[in-house]
């Protein structure tokens, strides 16, 4: 009896011991995000939060604090963070367990350029891809972005800066540094644009390339992969994707004029 009893409590022990390893237990999703400068990341983590809701799961986000891409890329390897999202590429896919549907309805390919103040003028003659090429205006790109490819396919001059990707901010503001802009989303732009009021936001152009984010999780998390493929097909169903991305830019799209700016569509490499 005593020995019977012995085994019944290892067994219990064992299943606690696995149920606080598992980040989805029951109907309960833990998940360790990053968070990053500015508040555009909060789209992300809601959309999170109400697509498994939708579903039938309670997420809970821990929230670590706040790190460059390049690192947050590092703790996604060693599963450090649970999940985060980036530009959906064949090498990301590879590198970790993709979440394959779109999360942004293609806003992130929605390029808006950051140049320096007073540089509006150069710009103002681009109607087109080949007058923009014209302008020899090099871009600047952190390592491993998927513009990279995307400014090689079109012929556009670039320039990879190693390091923290915003230091590129005050090389554009000097103009010595041999980067004359930038390339960021429409739901990135203004929220960069806000810390870095030495810079200008371009006012008439938009490049527009196929792409979007994607989230990816770490391998130790692969278990909730077809749960938030799931919930998130289920958000663009239902609308709810689309009534965030309003909730959460509608201001940006008014304040950068989207729908009177010239759109240049740029060959996206695959």
Not at 141 to 146: A, P
Not at 224 to 243: C, R
Request: hydrophobic share 40%.
């Amino acid at each position: 009896m005593k020995h019977s009893f012995i085994i019944k409590y290892i067994k219990i022990l064992m299943l606690l011991l696995v149920i606080q390893v598992i980040p989805c237990y029951g109907k309960t999703i833990i998940l360790k995000l990053a968070i990053l400068e500015g508040e555009y990341y909060l789209y992300y983590h809601e959309l999170l939060q109400k697509a498994l809701a939708d579903v039938g799961y309670q997420l809970v986000i821990e929230r670590l604090t706040e790190y460059p891409q390049r690192r947050i890329a590092v703790l996604l390897d060693t599963g450090q963070i649970s999940l985060h999202w980036f530009i959906r590429t064949a090498e990301r896919d590879k590198r970790y367990v993709p979440i394959r549907v779109g999360i942004t309805n293609n806003l992130i390919g929605r390029r808006v350029l950051v140049i320096p103040k007073g540089e509006q003028g150069t710009f103002n003659q681009v109607k087109n891809l080949n007058d923009l090429r014209k302008l020899n205006s090099v871009t600047g790109f952190g390592e491993n972005w998927f513009d990279i490819k995307v400014w090689q396919a079109n012929q556009l001059p670039y320039k990879v800066v190693e390091g923290n990707w915003q230091n590129m901010f005050l090389m554009i503001f000097s103009k010595k540094r041999g980067i004359d802009n930038l390339s960021l989303g429409v739901n990135q732009v203004l929220n960069y644009a806000d810390h870095y009021p030495f810079i200008d936001v371009e006012k008439k152009l938009l490049l527009i390339y196929e792409r979007d984010f994607w989230f990816y999780v770490t391998e130790s998390y692969s278990e909730i992969q077809p749960v938030l493929e799931e919930a998130l097909i289920n958000a663009k169903e239902t609308g709810l994707m689309d009534k965030l991305i309003r909730k959460h830019w509608a201001g940006d799209f008014e304040k950068l004029n989207y729908d009177q700016r010239i759109k240049i569509h740029l060959k996206t490499p695959n």
